[in-house]
């Protein structure tokens, strides 16, 4: 069983960065594939960034791509999402899971409650 906890959300203008966190329990951190989905209102949820165990393998949607950067650190189990030049389109609730894969393959296990990032005109 593992639980994860967002936070980091807000709201900030376009142009402005956010980095979003999150926290995981248990210590089996390390053994799952871990990624970053958000839904914006009447929208499905869409995939935004993923990450493999290790670290050493990332992809991301192609709206984020050279904005957003994932990471994880498997010593804090916590996984990152930093977000820079922030759109108003970026407006969603962003959500991180626990699972298997990549990108849109990607098979979520666990799933955190989700933090709201809202950004301005």
């Known amino acids: 069983q593992v639980q994860l906890v967002e936070s980091g959300g807000g709201l900030v203008q376009a142009g402005d960065s956010l980095r979003l966190s999150c926290a995981a329990s248990g210590r089996t951190f390390n053994s799952y594939d871990m990624g970053w989905f958000r839904q914006a209102p009447g929208k499905e949820r869409e995939f935004v960034a993923t990450i493999t165990r290790n670290g050493g393998s990332t992809a991301y949607a192609d709206s984020v791509k050279g904005r957003f950067t994932i990471s994880r650190d498997n010593a804090k189990n916590t996984v990152y999402l930093q977000m820079n030049n922030l759109k108003p389109e970026d407006t969603a609730v962003y959500s991180c899971?626990?699972?298997?894969?990549?990108?849109?393959?990607?098979?979520?296990?666990?799933w955190g409650q989700g933090t709201q990032v809202t950004v301005s005109s």
């Open positions: 899971t626990a699972g298997y894969g990549s990108s849109y393959s990607f098979s979520s296990h666990y």
